[in-house]
């Protein structure tokens, strides 16, 4: 694929020139950056494994901080040149200005949200988990119709909320500001269980509620075309981050990290209807 520095390379061997600004366009000092000579990136606050380790994204420790590095260096990015901002999940998906050039934060693509904010191609789409206590409602489930009459809870503005609602049937979960909130009300009796990304819930039930199981397995949702980067809607910076992305994808890392973070259990039980 032709770059653009072979494309400048060409143009002064020619004796021309092109403008200042667009001579630093595809580099750190890009101007089209939110502060050119860093990549800002939105993420959490705060992050959960297995997607970032410690609360910490700047340890590139975890599926989506490494990625982030990974990518960082694909787009020409030093290490120290990647700055993280935190913000909550409904910060990170409203429509309007943002205080990052792009967002990881498990963000499912949608339809809906293509309509306030710019996507980048999806890099990842993980199964949906169910989540319960020993001797839940939900316990030995094995359609969707078993589902239904459990008490429900999920993160409000997410696409499990959403999976609750527009594919089980749920229609009074209570809502919670974070995952946190959401375990919680578990432990409290508040409710009997939790949708989450699978990763997130086997992270979930072997730390964070330890007493708790993965009931089951649901099919992806048609309307949740997987996780992209989330940018501030029209952003000019999505074409460079794509052919980055596609890099990565190519060469096989986005796979590698996917099978050394994301690893799941295969006799996990599925429901399908």
């Known amino acids: ?11 002064l061997a020619l004796g021309l020139t092109v403008p200042a600004a667009e001579a630093t366009e595809r580099t750190p000092d890009d101007p089209r950056l ?3 000579g860093q990549l800002t990136v939105g993420t959490g606050d705060p992050v959960y494994p297995p ?10 420790e975890g599926f989506e901080n490494a990625l982030i590095y990974a990518l960082a260096a694909e787009m ?5 040149q990647v700055v993280w901002v935190g913000n909550t999940f409904e910060q990170t998906i409203a429509p309007g200005a943002k ?21 980048s191609q999806v890099y990842f789409q993980p199964d949906k988990a169910v989540i319960a206590l020993p001797g839940s409602a939900v316990e030995g489930a094995s359609s969707f119709a078993d589902l239904t009459g459990a008490r429900w809870g999920a993160v409000i503005g997410t696409t499990d909320l959403m999976y609750l609602e527009n594919i089980i049937g749920v229609q009074d979960a209570a ?8 375990f919680q009300a578990m432990l409290a009796g508040q409710i009997d269980a939790t949708l989450a990304a699978l990763p997130t819930a086997l992270f979930a039930t072997a730390v964070q509620i330890s007493d708790a199981d993965i009931v089951a397995i649901l099919p992806a949702d048609e309307n949740d075309l997987g996780h992209g980067l989330l940018f501030q809607k029209d952003n000019p910076l999505v074409e460079w981050v794509d052919e980055a992305l596609s890099a990565l994808i190519e060469r096989g890392v986005v796979r590698d990290l996917v099978s050394t973070w994301l690893v799941a259990d295969p006799d996990l039980p599925v429901i399908t209807e």
């Open 1 to 11: 694929m032709t770059t653009f520095r072979s494309i400048l390379a060409a143009l």
């Open 34 to 36: 939110l502060n050119a």
């Open 51 to 60: 997607w970032m380790l410690n609360n910490d994204p700047a340890s590139g």
């Open 76 to 80: 020409g990015f030093a290490p120290e």
């Open 99 to 119: 205080n990052f050039d792009f967002a990881i934060n498990q963000v499912s693509v949608t339809e809906p949200r293509k309509e306030v904010v710019s996507f």
């Open 175 to 182: 809502v919670y500001d974070d995952q946190i909130g959401v």
